[in-house]
């Protein structure tokens, strides 16, 4: 195992058991590098405010970050942001928007929201058809 995935893998342990201080330590330097799952554990650390003060900004630029690289929790993760209104400005759209690219990956969530956004006509034109296809892909791959 390289130094970097040993670094991850502690990083990712000590997230998961709780150790926020421990984890954005592990995890800084390679988000810094690039990595699109420490960014994403940063960004959420951030937003919550777990390991260090709750920062919007650090949480947005984080999770952008990883969503840019294509990672499929990230792009969720914009997307709840967008249609929570949280560390960013409410937008339906951009919302939409990432949850797709989070969709095109198979993840459950995202397709839900998608069917969920289609089912109430938010962001698109309300349609109970488009919305039973988006649950059913999410029935299928969770």
Known sequence: MSDNSMELSSGIAAFEGKNFVKALQLLSTLADTGNADAQYRMA????NGLGTAKNEE????????AADQGFALAQHGMGFMYFHGE???KDEQQALHWFQLASDQNLPGSLMMVGMMYEQGIAVEQDAEQAKVWYEKADQVS
């Open 44 to 47: 959420i650390m951030y937003q």
């Open 58 to 65: 650090m949480a947005v630029l984080w999770m952008k970050k």
């Open 87 to 89: 560390c960013v400005d």
